[in-house]
């Protein structure tokens, strides 16, 4: 796969991993845990002491998504980790770190390029409901090819749901999860239109093929229903 940086919550921010990329070529950014230490003016100290040193005054105001946060960016070096960039955000009841090896790249780059994150987060929670949380295959080969066809099936899906509902729906970019609530919010909506032009029968009929959905709902309210 062709990719130049690779995006990572803090569980994954390892001294391993950021080798083994660095050793590929490869550009990282990652959150980075309040207790990872960073070298400030000769002295190890940890991120939420440092961050405690700071006051707005000394912290640049960022909008992301139409919210403002507090940032702090400094080059420095990084236990298990070498010299890095990090960023100190802060914003009411939050405060978060994030890291790079990337120390030329500025603020709302390294911001940006963190928050393309949250597709592939929304993407793995969807695979885990669709058969990857439990794998019981046992060889190499077999659990690669598990994953790819699971991967290659949520592709599908996913093209076919905004296909057969292009015509219906004006679809919006973005994440599955967002796509999915809009699809649903309209069916609902053409539903309770249904329900009220065609009065209490045809809502008996949407029950009836709900309670029993393996028999066949062609005969009801004139086939308008077919489960």
């Not at 006051?55 to 990084?78: C, E, H, P, Q, W």
């Amino acid at each position: 796969m062709r990719f130049s940086t690779v995006v990572f919550d803090s569980w994954y921010f390892s001294s391993k991993l950021v080798k083994f990329l660095e050793s590929m070529g490869k550009d990282y950014v990652s959150e980075a845990k309040s207790n990872r230490t960073v070298c400030i003016d000769g002295k190890w100290i940890r991120l939420r002491d440092y961050a405690n040193t700071l006051d707005l005054k000394s912290m640049k105001s960022y909008t992301v998504n139409g919210k403002t946060y507090f940032m702090k960016a400094i080059t420095t070096r990084m236990k298990n980790a070498g010299i890095v960039k990090v960023i100190v955000s802060r914003r009411i009841n939050s405060l978060k770190f994030f890291v790079t090896n990337r120390t030329d790249w500025k603020v709302k780059t390294i911001i940006g390029k963190y928050l393309r994150r949250w597709d592939i987060e929304v993407f793995h929670e969807e695979l885990k409901q669709d058969g990857l949380k439990h794998l019981y295959q046992r060889k190499h080969a077999t659990l690669l090819g598990t994953a790819k066809m699971s991967l290659l099936g949520e592709l599908l899906l996913e093209i076919s749901a905004i296909n057969s509902m292009g015509n219906h729906l004006k679809i919006r970019k973005g994440t599955p999860e967002p796509r999915h609530k809009q699809v649903a919010i309209s069916i609902l909506t053409d539903l309770f239109k249904a329900i009220e032009n065609k009065g209490r029968s045809f809502l008996d009929a949407i029950l009836k093929s709900i309670e029993e959905p393996y028999r066949s709902t062609r005969n009801i309210y004139g086939g308008a229903i077919n489960s």
